[in-house]
Structures are given as C-alpha cells and as structure tokens.
C-alpha cells in the first residue's frame, strides 16, 4: 500500500495499475499505466499533429463491428 501523499502525487485512482521502469543508470521509477500511456501517446504526437489516431481506429472497428 503506497501512502496518502504518493498515490495523490501520482494522481493514482483505486484500481489503477502501476509500472515500475528500472532507467540505465540502475534507478527506478514508479508511474501508473495510464500515465504512460498518455507519455507514449505524446511521443508519437507529431507523426499526426491534430489526428486522434486511436480514435479513428475504434472508430473503424465498430464501424466493421456493425456491418457484420
């Protein structure tokens, strides 16, 4: 169980799962998946600028969803 203050740091909401990233230099740091999710999602912002790329593919899979 992670204290008060550390959960709200990381703006964790019960339920949420957590990464535990070891980085080169041997240290490690705790995120929750969604945000980096939301990091990984910035990091390819500018191949699209503009474009919900994960929204038009949902999109289109409950668009075939429905023709079938």
Do not use: K, W
């Given at each position: 169980?992670?204290?008060?203050?550390?959960?709200?740091?990381?703006?964790?909401r019960?339920?949420?799962?957590?990464?535990?990233i070891?980085?080169?230099d041997?240290?490690?740091?705790?995120?929750?998946l969604?945000?980096?999710?939301?990091?990984?999602?910035?990091?390819?912002?500018?191949?699209?600028?503009?474009?919900?790329?994960?929204?038009?593919l949902i999109q289109?899979?409950?668009?075939?969803?429905?023709?079938?």
């Amino acid at each position: 169980m992670l204290p008060a203050p550390v959960r709200e740091r990381l703006e964790l909401r019960e339920g949420d799962r957590l990464v535990l990233i070891v980085q080169p230099d041997g240290t490690m740091r705790l995120a929750s998946l969604r945000h980096q999710a939301e990091h990984v999602q910035g990091l390819y912002a500018h191949l699209a600028p503009g474009v919900d790329l994960a929204g038009e593919l949902i999109q289109e899979r409950r668009e075939e969803a429905n023709r079938e």
